[in-house]
């Protein structure tokens, strides 16, 4: 397999880093698109992995998913490339913003260009989100699950009284390791008969 | 020296900051406010407009700070203590990845979190729309919104339908700013 070139790397996640608007969620459909479709860096079900680790590891989901994707592609100075190719828009566009602090959010363009943004942003991450579906096991009993956990995680943040994802994802994460234990314990029992 | 406690402030939210960008809002607020580095008036600005433009929110946050105590140079060193933990950290899970995926309590594991992620997508998807459509109050829904949502839902949807390729999502994110300026921008 043909090596990725350090700069193609960085201008692959300068690229998405970009798009990013509005949390790291906004990442998903573009690492959809350019990492797993295009560049075919990773499959669909190791992006699900990696957002999972990237939840439940310090740091935005966005770096750690360039640093996940770049230590692939070229060890660890791929990773380097990588986050810094996703850093360096921030860096630039809010060093300039920083000088225009107040005039930035009043002027009409910039603030609707920024709200059409917005929408798009919804579509995609919903469209993400349909495809992410597709990889869970196909069990009704955990989709009523996850749907009553969003309906709830959401009726709290619309409460005004959210609560951080990280409680759940540990809460998920022990969760899979009992069930998993209670399972191995019954076959070993059920093989012992 | 501002640099050294820049870069400590922002090593340390990012060392702490689980589950995206919002979970250390509230942690950078004390560090910013307890050490009288701006008022509680402008670190709210800094959020909206970080939340405006793009890249990870925390990021954008860890270049505001930066750039008002120290100039350029802050930003840099301030960005640069937020990408740390996640660089060492990340870059060590990419190693043992592959290990570390062959063991059944790590799949036991994500098999647990994998659920929650897309509850908190879920989540993500319905509350932006809420605050898309109903901005002011429940009572009133934003036409103007609506209508943008429901043409780009229509172009991007449709187009998947049309085409073997989906719209780029760039495509889709140039189109929307530009209705957008002629929507809301006159």
């Given at each position: 397999m043909k090596k990725t070139s350090l700069i193609k790397l960085m201008m692959t996640f300068l690229r998405i880093g970009l798009f990013?608007?509005?949390?790291?969620?906004?990442m998903i459909p573009l690492m959809q698109r350019v990492?797993?479709?295009?560049?075919?860096?990773?499959t669909y079900g190791e992006m699900l992995d990696i957002i999972a680790i990237a939840e439940a590891t310090p740091g935005p989901i966005a770096l750690n998913m360039s640093t996940f994707v770049g230590y692939r592609q070229r060890g660890i100075i791929g990773a380097i490339f990588a986050t810094l190719g996703m850093a360096i828009p921030s860096l630039v566009i809010i060093m300039i913003i920083a000088y225009f602090k107040d005039s930035f959010l009043d002027n009409r363009i910039i603030s609707g260009a920024l709200s059409g943004m917005k929408v798009a942003i919804v579509v995609l991450i919903a469209s993400a989100l349909w495809k992410l579906t597709h990889?869970?096991?196909?069990?009704l009993l955990l989709f009523i699950l996850i749907g009553l956990l969003a309906a709830t995680l959401f009726a709290l943040d619309l409460l005004g009284t959210p609560i951080s994802g990280i409680f759940f994802i540990i809460g998920g994460g022990l969760l899979g390791v009992v069930l998993h234990a209670l399972k191995r314990f019954i076959g070993v029992r059920s093989k012992q008969k | 020296m501002i640099y050294l406690e820049l870069f400590y402030v922002f090593l340390s939210v990012g060392l702490f900051?689980?589950?995206?960008?919002?979970?250390?809002v509230p942690i950078l607020k004390t560090e910013v406010l307890s050490r009288g580095w701006m008022t509680e008036r402008l670190f709210i600005d800094f959020i909206s407009i970080s939340e405006a433009t793009p890249g990870p929110l925390a990021l954008n946050m860890a270049t505001f700070v930066g750039m008002e105590m120290g100039g350029i140079l802050g930003a840099v060193i301030a960005s640069l203590g937020m990408i740390l933990p996640s660089l060492v950290v990340i870059t060590l899970i990419a190693a043992v990845f592959k290990k570390m995926m062959d063991k059944p309590v790590v799949q036991a594991a994500l098999s647990g979190i994998k659920p929650v992620v897309i509850a908190l997508i879920a989540t993500t998807v319905l509350f932006l729309l809420t605050k898309l459509l109903w901005p002011v109050s429940?009572?009133?829904?934003?036409i103007r919104h609506l209508i943008l949502l429901i043409d780009l839902s229509t172009l991007y949807f449709g187009y998947r339908y049309l085409n073997k390729k989906p719209l780029h999502p760039m495509m889709l994110i140039l189109i929307a700013a530009a209705s957008g300026i002629l929507i809301f921008g006159f």
């Open positions: 990013t608007f509005g949390g790291g969620y906004a990492v797993v479709e295009d560049e075919k860096w990773l990889l869970m096991p196909k069990n | 900051t689980f589950g995206g960008g919002y979970a250390m429940y009572a009133s829904i934003d």
